[in-house]
Each structure stands twice: as C-alpha cells, then as structure tokens.
C-alpha cells in the first residue's frame, strides 16, 4: 500500500511539474495577454511546432502568427509582422516558478515591455522582480555631461526605446538601447560618441534579475 501510495504521489508531482512547461503554460495563458490568438489556435501551433511543420496561423489582426521557438522553458513568438512575444520560465526554489513575458513591437525602432506571472497567469510587481534600464545607464561613464556637446546630443534622446531579449539558453536577459536607430543618420553620428556599444546585461539570482 505505501508503494502504491508513494507511485501516486510520485505521478501526481510529475504530472505538476509538468503542467508548468513552456507549451501548458502558453496554452493556458490568458486570452487577455494575447488576443491576437485564441486558445485553440495556440494549441494547433504547438502541435505543429512538435511535429516539426511550419508552426503559422492566420490570427485576428488578419495577419499571421508563428511559433519559432518552443523547449522546455522558453518560447519565442512572432505574433504579428511588427510583434514579438517571449515567454521565459524561471525556476525559484523546489521546482517552482514564475513567468517572464516580454512584448516587443518593431516601429522605426524596437521597444518592449517587461512582465512577470505566477504559473497560473497571477501578475506580479515587476519592480520586485528587476529595475528598467534608463537612457542614462546607456551613456559612457567617461562622457563630459556637462559639456556643450553632450548637453545637445543628449536633447536627441528624449524619447526612451530599450528592447529586451530573453535568452533561450540561460537565466539571462538583454536591454539593447534603440532610441539611436529612431534618429536620423546625422543625429545618429552625433550622439554615437557618448553611448556605450554594450548593451545592459541581466541574470536571474534565485527570485530577481540583477
């Protein structure tokens, strides 16, 4: 009997675990957090993604939606021509998780937005959980900012456009700095002299991107 009790329990916590995989939890995502695509369809992309078709489907912005990239806890979706979405599961303590959604949308320059979940599509205080890059972090530490002419290429830089990319790999996520490309070519040049060419680098440490 404590046999077949410890296997039930056994399958039980892997049946668990197991729900909170990348394609479960895509699936179960609220329709609210992408109605570009129902529940039904994103199920019909995962089952092409897995059987290794072109994972595409018409969506209701009268375009199409794909699935590039799906594994265990990372996911990769072009949900329109001008729009990403990427899912990253990441482990907290014994076998937890939360989620991290990052939407991009490619204008004249990319820009995102960052949002945590619990498994079952709670939101959570993204404050909590990492601190936005800023346009500052992103000029040099060695830049005059008190000088003429970082006082003018700075005033360029008074919209703030930072694309976030999660990493398939690693715990990892990168802030890249595209206000730049949202310039023309002669602002461009002039402010390329004050800004770092690094992007800002973030790693998750047991409950927090540092």
């Not at 039930?8 to 990348?22: K, N, P, V, Y």
């Not at 023309?184 to 992007?199: D, I, N, Q, S």
Request: negative net charge; proline residues 4%; glycine residues 2%.
């Amino acid at each position: 009997m404590k046999k077949i009790l410890f296997a039930c329990c056994f399958i039980f916590a892997l049946t668990a675990l197991r729900a909170q995989e990348m394609a479960s939890l895509f699936t179960a995502m609220p329709d609210q957090y992408i109605p570009q695509l129902e529940n039904a369809w994103r199920k019909d992309l995962v089952d092409l993604y897995n059987s290794g078709k072109e994972a595409k489907l018409k969506n209701t912005m009268e375009g199409y939606s794909t699935l590039k990239k799906l594994t265990t806890d990372y996911l990769l979706l072009q949900v329109t021509d001008n729009s990403t979405m990427e899912i990253k599961r990441l482990p907290l303590v014994n076998n937890t998780y939360i989620i991290c959604v990052v939407n991009t949308v490619f204008g004249p320059a990319a820009d995102s937005r960052v949002a945590f979940f619990t498994t079952d599509w709670k939101s959570l205080d993204a404050t909590d959980l990492y601190t936005p890059a800023t346009t500052d972090w992103f000029f040099r530490e060695d830049a005059d900012r008190k000088s003429d002419e970082f006082l003018f290429a700075a005033s360029w830089l008074d919209i703030q456009l930072i694309q976030y990319s999660l990493s398939e790999d690693n715990f990892t996520m990168k802030a890249t700095f595209t206000t730049p490309q949202y310039l023309g070519k002669e602002e461009r040049e002039k402010v390329a002299p004050f800004l770092k060419t690094e992007p800002r680098m973030y790693t998750w440490e047991k409950s927090h991107f540092n």
